[in-house]
C-alpha cells in the first residue's frame, strides 16, 4: 500500500487500485475521462518521485523527464506526493532586469537574472506578473546558464497589458516575480541521429532558437532545420545571426519566410508552416517543433502527422494570448 500526498489530502492507494480509483473513491475531484490511457484527462505530475513506467505509457519523452504520469495507469509502488499538471504555479524567484532592446519594430529581447537559481530547459515557458497582478507566459530564448540569466523574446502588442508595460514602464534594475518553467517544448538527447524540424512565426523563435542552441550544444548529430516566418524581413530578426551559424554548423539549415508581398533576394516567399512541409513531404521519424500563433501551430501539427510525424515526436507550444493558470 502507498500513501499518496494531493494538496491537503492523505489517501491510501490499495497495491491492485490505479492511483485515479483511490481518488475517486475519496470523493477527491480530479479530471478523468477514458480511463484507459487514452484520452490523457488525468495526467498528474510527481513532485517527489519517480513513477511507475506503466503510468507514463504513450507520453512524450519530455513530459517522462518531468514525472508526469496518468493517474487512470498508475498503480504506485512507493509513496508520492503528486500535483495537477500546471498547478504549480508560484511565483518562485524575482528576475532583475539587466537589458532590454529591439530586436525589431515591436519585439523586444529582455533578460532578467534571477535571484535563485530556476531550473528550466531551453523552449519552456514561465509566467511573468507585473506589479497589479496581471502575469503572463513567455518563451526562454536561451540554455541554462551558470549567471542565472534567462532571455525573453517578446512582441509588443498595440495595447497589450503586460507588453507594453514591458515596452514603457519596465525599467533595468526593476525586479519581477517568476514562476517555476512549465511546457514539454524543449529538446531532450535522445534519438540524436533523428531529424529536427523548427517551425516559428514572430516571436515564435524564442523557443526554437533555445531549442536550437540546446541541440547543438548537446551535439545533435541529426539535420536541424529551422523556418522563420513573418509578413515582411524586419520581423525575421536575427536573420544574419542564423545565417552565419547556418554556414558554420554543417547539420543546421536556415530558411527565412516571407509570407508579405515583397520578398527580397536571400529569404524564402511563402508562410514558414508551408514551406517547412513542401521542403520535407516525409516525416516519418523527425521531431517536429512548433511554436507562434495558435491557428500556425494547430494546422501544422495536424499537417505533420499527416506527413508522417508521430504525434509524440510533435512538440508546441502556441502563443495564446490568454495566459495559463
Ligand atoms: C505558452 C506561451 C508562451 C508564450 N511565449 C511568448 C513569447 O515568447 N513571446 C511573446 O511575445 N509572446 C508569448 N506568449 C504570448 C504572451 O503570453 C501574451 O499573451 C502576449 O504578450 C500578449 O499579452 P499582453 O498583455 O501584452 O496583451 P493583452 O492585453 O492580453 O492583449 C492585447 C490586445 O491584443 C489583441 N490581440 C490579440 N491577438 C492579437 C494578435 N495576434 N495580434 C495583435 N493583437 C492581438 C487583443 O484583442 C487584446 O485587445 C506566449 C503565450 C503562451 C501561452
Redesign the pocket.
Same mark, same amino acid.
Given at each position: 500500500m502507498s500513501t499518496i500526498t494531493f494538496k491537503t489530502h492523505q489517501l491510501t492507494c490499495h497495491p491492485d487500485e490505479t492511483l485515479l480509483d483511490a481518488m475517486l473513491r475519496k470523493n477527491i475531484d480530479v479530471p478523468y475521462n477514458c480511463k484507459s490511457g487514452s484520452c490523457h484527462t488525468c495526467l498528474m505530475r510527481s513532485s517527489d518521485q519517480t513513477p511507475p513506467v506503466k503510468a507514463q505509457e504513450g507520453l512524450k519523452p519530455t513530459q517522462k523527464q518531468q514525472n508526469y504520469f496518468l493517474a487512470c495507469l498508475c498503480k504506485p509502488d512507493q509513496d508520492m506526493t503528486i500535483t495537477l499538471p500546471d498547478a504549480a504555479d508560484k511565483f518562485i524567484t524575482y528576475g532583475k532586469v539587466i537589458s532590454k532592446h529591439p530586436l525589431s519594430k515591436d $519585439?523586444i529581447e529582455l533578460k532578467l537574472e534571477c535571484n535563485n537559481p530556476l531550473s528550466f530547459k531551453a523552449g519552456q515557458?514561465v509566467n511573468l506578473m507585473k506589479p497589479d497582478g496581471?502575469y503572463?507566459?513567455?518563451?526562454i *530564448?536561451n540554455t541554462p546558464n551558470k549567471n542565472n540569466i534567462i532571455e525573453?523574446?517578446?512582441? $509588443? @502588442?498595440? =495595447? =497589450?497589458?503586460?507588453?507594453?508595460? $514591458?515596452y514603457n514602464d519596465l525599467a533595468i534594475g526593476d525586479q519581477i516575480p517568476i514562476t517555476d518553467a512549465? =511546457?514539454n517544448c524543449f529538446y531532450i538527447p535522445e534519438r540524436q541521429e533523428q531529424g529536427l524540424l523548427l517551425i516559428g512565426t514572430?516571436?515564435?523563435l *524564442?523557443?526554437l532558437a533555445g531549442i536550437l542552441m540546446d541541440a547543438l550544444e548537446q551535439k545533435h548529430t541529426g539535420p536541424i532545420h529551422l523556418l522563420h516566418g513573418s509578413k515582411n524581413k524586419e520581423g525575421l530578426y536575427r536573420f544574419n545571426e542564423m545565417k552565419s551559424l547556418a554556414e558554420q554548423q554543417q547539420n543546421f539549415h536556415y530558411t527565412a519566410c516571407i509570407s508579405g508581398d515583397t520578398t527580397p533576394e536571400t529569404y524564402t516567399r511563402g508562410r514558414a508552416n508551408e514551406v517547412a512541409l513542401k521542403k520535407i513531404t516525409d516525416l516519418k521519424g523527425w521531431r517536429v517543433y512548433l511554436?507562434g500563433?495558435p491557428d500556425m501551430v494547430e494546422q501544422t501539427k495536424k499537417q505533420a502527422f499527416l506527413q508522417g510525424a508521430a504525434m509524440q515526436d510533435i512538440y508546441a507550444? *502556441?502563443?495564446? @494570448?490568454?495566459?495559463?493558470s
Open positions: $519585439i515557458f496581471v503572463r507566459s513567455y518563451s *530564448a525573453f523574446h517578446i512582441r $509588443i @502588442l498595440p =495595447g =497589450g497589458q503586460f507588453s507594453e508595460w $514591458i512549465k =511546457g514572430g516571436s515564435g *524564442a523557443p511554436c500563433h507550444d *502556441a502563443f495564446f @494570448l490568454t495566459p495559463r
